[in-house]
Structures are given as C-alpha cells and as structure tokens.
C-alpha cells in the first residue's frame, strides 16, 4: 500500500527557510514521479512542485521559481522540498502526492493519486 508522510512545516518569518520531506513507503520513487502541492485558506489546491521518476524533470510553478528546490533521495525512499527565502503567501498546508504528472510546464495529479496527511508552514512575523 502507497504511503506518503510528510514532515518538516512549521512557523518562520518571512525570509526565513524550510526543509520539508516526503517519506514514501509501498513503492519505490525510481518508477513514480512524486510532487508537493499546497492549499492555503479558501484557495483551491495547486501544484507547488513536481519531479519525475528518473529525477531527469522538474517542475516548479512560477510563484516559487528560484525559491524552491525540489529533490529526492532514492536510496532512503524520500523527497525533498528546501524552501528559501519564505514569503507570507507561502502559507499554507503542503501536501506530497504520487504518482502526478511531472513534466517541464505541469504538474497533475492523477484520480489514482495517493496524498499523504499534510504539513502545515506558516510564514509571519
């Protein structure tokens, strides 16, 4: 069974830095494309992040280029979003989410998308 279990989130102020991590169990992520999405309070879900099975592809929505660097480690089943210099609109639960569609200029999930509980980043004075 596909499980995702996300760590990491929490309070910092604006500027500041997250590391946010995605252990995946019941599947390995050289064959799935992995992504992190978030959802802030009455706005609808988007894709923040997306990376391919090979590692080959990424993806980042244009909010968070040159912010966010996603990345995975194969040998310990986990990928990672490091977040830098945080804005308040960054706020928001942060999802990870497998398999998604992870191409150079989207980032899908699928209706067989397994998502894991959530982890909640706030950024604010």
């Known amino acids: 069974q596909l499980q995702l279990v996300e760590s990491g989130g929490g309070l910092v102020q604006p500027g500041g830095s997250l590391r946010l991590s995605c252990a995946a169990s019941?599947?390995?992520?050289?064959?799935?494309?992995i992504g992190w999405f978030r959802q802030a309070p009455g706005k609808e879900r988007e894709g923040v992040s997306c990376?391919?099975?090979?590692?080959?592809?990424?993806y980042y929505a244009d909010s968070v280029k040159g912010r966010f660097t996603i990345s995975k480690d194969n040998a310990k089943n986990t990928v990672y979003l490091q977040m830098n210099s945080l804005e308040p609109e960054d706020t928001a639960i942060y999802y990870c989410?497998?398999?998604?569609?992870?191409?150079?200029?989207?980032?899908?999930?699928?209706?067989?998308?397994?998502w894991g509980q959530g982890t909640q980043v706030t950024v604010s004075s």
């Open positions: 019941g599947f390995t992520l050289d064959y799935f494309a």
């Open positions: 989410a497998a398999p998604v569609i992870a191409g150079q200029t989207m980032c899908s999930s699928l209706r067989q998308t397994s």
């Open positions: 990376i391919s099975g090979s590692g080959g592809t990424t």
